[in-house]
């Protein structure tokens, strides 16, 4: 065999993966089927900006061991993630904190605001069961129909009551007034884009892109111990059990001649009427500078529109729900049988992971293949 490793997928799970196979003595080659590596971490270059062209991606994590890792490969930049929030108009801040309270309701002291989210929360007597159950449970009905409800519809293209509860605990509430929509120890941008970054990480790993490995799976296994495969599971099986649902977003773009089209990186549209999710101002993940410190003249705007995926689309999010969950595992069981090939990333291992999540699985693997 010519290659210990072949990677499939240039993404971040694949890269990462690479990385330390190189840094074990192994001999790897990544493929890609698209014409450029780092999967949606992707960031491209335009008037100066780097523009996240498959979507926003802030990196935050408690994690000290990926921070660490990740900060080999690049270095971040002191971005906070705090998008507002826009329901016909109305301006509020997120995720829900005291700035949203004291909008929502008038109220300026945390006694006030916990007192209003107790008495709305009480209609809910279970354990919350679904999505729905759940935000009025954290933070009562008013914020749940003006900030939640139509979002999270829109973004999943089902309803509340239908989508599980785990979605909406990423969100924190707070009872002070802060802004920062992670509650992570580590965050921020990788100075010079994502692509910048997985280009350090692939650093003396042969790449070839525009290969389908599906369409070539047999030539490509001849040349290679094992696989890692970072695709989406059910296509690997061909489908056999039927697919998987994924939601996919699709970007409308726009570099407008100005300098402030919304004065933050993300708002998001959070009534049922607007038909995007949400708007990305790409600049602000760098404070407006291009990379000498000067100030843009232009910017770059990304409307976001969720759809249902269908084959020849492309997946984003996995939905955990239980239909998908149980197909999930039926793909699993057989990808357990595999002897020389592995999974891993969001569509490899059907899971909504964030960036760290991802790196720190890719690490756990390595550690199962390297680690004598
Ligand atoms: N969410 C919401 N309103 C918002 C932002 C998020 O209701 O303004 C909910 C929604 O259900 C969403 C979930 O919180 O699916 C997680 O949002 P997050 O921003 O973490 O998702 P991502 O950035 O990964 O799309």
């Not at 010519?2 to 997928?9: A, E, I, M, Q, T």
């Not at 002291?109 to 935000?135: F, G, V, W, Y």
């Not at 509650?183 to 525009?210: C, D, F, H």
């Not at 057989?334 to 090939?341: C, F, G, H, P, R």
Request: charged share 30%; net charge negative.
């Amino acid at each position: 065999m010519k290659y210990d490793y072949l990677v499939v997928g240039a993404g971040l799970f694949g890269a990462v993966f690479a990385q330390q196979a190189k840094a074990h003595g192994k001999k790897v080659l990544v493929i890609d089927k698209r014409d450029h590596i780092a999967g949606n971490v992707y960031t491209e270059k335009i008037e100066g900006i780097n523009f996240h062209k498959y979507g926003a991606h802030i990196f935050h994590t408690n994690n000290k061991e990926v921070w660490d890792y990740i900060g080999n490969f690049a270095t971040f930049n002191r971005f906070t993630n705090s998008p507002v929030a826009n329901y016909k108009g109305e301006l509020y801040s997120l995720p829900f904190n005291m700035y949203t309270f004291n909008k929502m309701w008038n109220v300026t002291t945390p006694k006030e605001a916990q007192d209003i989210i107790r008495k709305q929360r009480k209609e809910i007597t279970r354990e919350p069961q679904n999505l729905e159950e759940q935000a009025i449970s954290l933070v009562g009905r008013d914020i749940y129909e003006k900030l939640i409800k139509g979002y999270t519809e829109k973004q999943w293209g089902r309803d509340c009551r239908e989508l599980p509860p785990f979605i909406i605990k990423r969100l924190p509430v707070r009872l002070t007034f802060d802004n920062n929509y992670f509650n992570a120890l580590y965050q921020g941008i990788p100075i010079g884009g994502y692509t910048k970054m997985v280009e350090n990480l692939l650093t003396g790993i042969e790449v070839r892109l525009s290969e389908n490995y599906l369409e070539k799976k047999e030539e490509y296994d001849n040349l290679a111990d094992t696989v890692l495969y970072t695709g989406a599971i059910d296509a690997f099986y061909n489908y056999c059990y039927g697919n998987l649902e994924y939601r996919s977003v699709r970007f409308e773009n726009e570099i407008l001649d100005t300098p402030n089209f919304q004065g933050n990186a993300a708002v998001n549209y959070t009534d049922r009427e607007t038909p995007y999710t949400r708007i990305i101002e790409h600049k602000w993940f760098e404070f407006g500078k291009d990379e000498n410190g000067n100030d843009l003249d232009k910017t770059i705007i990304s409307r976001e529109y969720s759809a249902e995926w269908k084959p020849g689309d492309e997946p984003y999010y996995p939905i955990n729900d239980e239909k998908n969950s149980a197909l999930y595992s039926r793909y699993k069981e057989l990808a357990d049988k595999e002897k020389n090939i592995l999974f891993g990333g969001r569509l490899g291992a059907y899971k909504y992971y964030d960036m760290d999540g991802v790196i720190a699985a890719a690490l756990e693997l390595c550690k199962s293949c390297f680690d004598d």
